[in-house]
């Protein structure tokens, strides 16, 4: 197996950065508020793109409509 050079190194570390982070997003969507993901600062995330998201729902788009 070649030696890793360093900018090799750097992508392997960036890497499972995203993977952990994939993980406890996949963990957030399959458990909801039971995974040891949800904290009070995701909640708060939660709900500021709920609110960003609101005119692009079902209910949002009626209410503009009328």
Request: net charge negative; aromatic share 6%.
């Amino acid at each position: 197996m070649p030696k890793l050079t360093e900018d090799d190194e750097r992508k392997l570390v960036l890497a499972r950065e995203l993977m952990d982070r994939y993980g406890a997003v996949f963990s957030l969507l399959a458990q909801g508020e039971n995974s040891p993901y949800m904290t009070e600062a995701v909640r708060q995330r939660l709900a500021e793109a709920e609110k960003k998201l609101a005119p692009y729902t079902i209910t949002g788009r009626a209410t503009q409509a009328e």
